[in-house]
């Protein structure tokens, strides 16, 4: 019996879990977790998005990845590098990144803090319109998100589980990205880039 005949007859349900990226259950349970993971991911920055359209009063429109540069600025109410947001937020995508500061900026989110002890570069603060755009998505995400996360029986114990587990998961695939990185074929074309 061929792994991918096992993988089909073991589903109780009956449904097809035969995929071009799995050949045995356990690749099967990573392909369906990578799968679970980019559905959470559009579901996310759907609610992201959304909950950002209830709290923006300002005529220069801004997402919800906006949304949440500002509110990593507004974190522990210390300035932000661009440097340490991408940091903490596992990014290297620096000029969205750059965008997305020049957006809170002519929203009236943040501002440019004036610190003479900081030697690494430009850092940002929440202007007082930022305070109070963040005040606001904190109520509306405690409003709506926390009721519903709440429905899951035993949820702190949970999210505390899956919280470990995802950053576990972040870790893996940032080295896995990197070995990736190192065995890169180069196509012919990608030498003129």
């Known amino acids: 019996m061929k792994s991918s005949d096992k993988n089909t007859q073991s589903d109780s349900v009956g449904w097809d879990r035969q995929w071009h990226l799995s050949t045995t259950a356990e690749e099967t349970s990573l392909t369906e977790i990578e799968f679970a993971l980019m559905r959470n991911y559009s579901a996310f920055n759907r609610w992201m998005d959304d909950c950002a359209a209830c709290c923006h009063t300002s005529s220069h429109p801004c997402n919800g990845n906006d949304y949440a540069i500002l509110n990593m600025i507004r974190m522990h109410h210390r300035p932000k590098s661009i440097s340490e947001i991408a940091r903490l937020t596992n990014r290297d995508d620096i000029s969205n990144l750059q965008y997305s500061i020049k957006k809170l ?89």
């Open 105 to 193: 900026t002519r929203a009236g989110l943040i501002e440019k803090a004036s610190s003479k002890e900081n030697k690494r570069g430009t850092t940002y603060q929440p202007t007082e319109q930022g305070v109070k755009a963040t005040d606001t998505y904190a109520n509306f995400r405690r409003e709506i998100l926390l009721p519903l996360i709440q429905t899951i029986q035993r949820s702190g114990e949970k999210t505390d589980q899956v919280t470990r587990v995802l950053s576990l998961l972040s870790g893996i695939y940032d080295q896995a990205s990197c070995i990736a990185a190192a065995h890169r074929v180069t196509l012919p074309n990608d030498a003129n880039d």
